[in-house]
């Protein structure tokens, strides 16, 4: 109706109704919720211009004027090193997010996959935790970096106690099919923890993480839990430690589980702990 409403007032303007009707026309759906009620900002930062659609139903933020083709890369050299990034002698975020998902699922024998590393090294780290049996790498790329490796786009029988997905989310491309792709990929009693910034609702011309290389998606809190529900999974927002630092306080790690007995053992862990555990912030070598 908004949409007619819209249209008829843009037909009393002939000069600029044929080009914003046909806006009206081509907005695509919202890739979380598909609703067609969205507005469109542009906004210039160091020289480029970017595109950004904000779903008006759930909240989604798009950015897709910042994609990157990572079938490109042939090494993971060229990604930035970071605290939160393991190497040999460095335990990044990945494995503190792998040590509190071990803990909350409280068993042993856990097959675990790091989805989207980068050039981490802290699934070596992952290994030696004592509930975990295996680990393997998965993304959508093979880069090399470890023989055990699965590359999900193919499809795989293996299924998973453990997922971790860190700084992996906001570069979804199509939130509706990854997602769930993702979720697929954990057993029963699964647990997959995602770390990502969290959209709250302001202008979107002041969140620098939005226009991070490759970040196209930006998800609200109604966004996650129309993602949840969908696929019929339980979700929970936690607040890092290093969101109370340098990170800036719009850092969460996301949970989701099809587990009941999980979302318990979730709320027991932060009965006991202020904070999730995250990287040490001091300079890496």
């Known amino acids: 109706m908004v949409a007619l409403q819209r249209v008829s007032q843009l037909v009393r303007h002939p000069r600029q109704g044929a080009s914003a009707v046909a806006r009206i026309v081509r907005t695509p759906p919202c890739l979380v919720c598909g609703s067609k009620r969205s507005r469109t900002q542009v906004v210039e930062r160091k020289k480029r211009s970017y595109e950004i659609r904000v779903c008006r139903r759930c909240q989604y933020v798009s950015n ?10 042939e090494s993971v050299e060229s990604f930035r090193l970071s605290p939160r990034v393991g ?15 071990a803990e909350i699922l409280q068993r042993s024998g856990l097959k675990v996959m790091v989805f989207g590393a980068g050039r981490s090294l802290d699934y070596q780290h992952i290994g030696k935790l004592p509930a ?7 993304d959508v790329v093979d880069l090399g970096i470890d023989a055990d490796f699965v590359n999900i786009t193919e499809g795989t029988s293996q299924r998973f106690d453990l997922i971790i997905a860190c700084e992996v989310v906001e570069h979804f491309t199509d939130p509706r099919a990854e997602f ?4 697929k ?12 910034n969290i959209y709250d609702g302001r202008n979107v011309k ?3 993480y939005l226009y991070s290389r490759g970040h196209t998606s930006y998800y609200s809190p109604q966004a996650i ?5 969908r696929s019929g ?16 306080p719009r850092k969460r790690y996301v949970l989701f589980t099809r587990s009941r007995g999980n979302v318990r053992r979730i709320v027991d862990y932060f009965g006991r702990h202020a904070y999730a555990p995250s990287e040490d912030v001091g300079p890496t070598e």
């Open 225 to 229: 839990e129309v993602i949840a529900r």
């Open 64 to 73: 897709f004027t910042n994609t990157v083709d990572y079938t490109a890369f």
């Open 87 to 101: 190497t040999a002698e460095h335990q990044g975020r990945e494995f503190h997010m792998a040590e509190m998902g």
């Open 132 to 138: 975990v049996d295996r680990v393997v790498m998965s």
């Open 180 to 183: 769930p792709r993702l979720f």
């Open 206 to 208: 002041n969140h620098r």
């Open 233 to 248: 999974m339980h979700h929970d927002f936690r607040v890092p430690a290093i969101a109370t630092g340098s990170a800036g």
């Open 185 to 196: 990929l954990l057993t029963k009693n699964g647990l997959l923890v995602c770390s990502t």
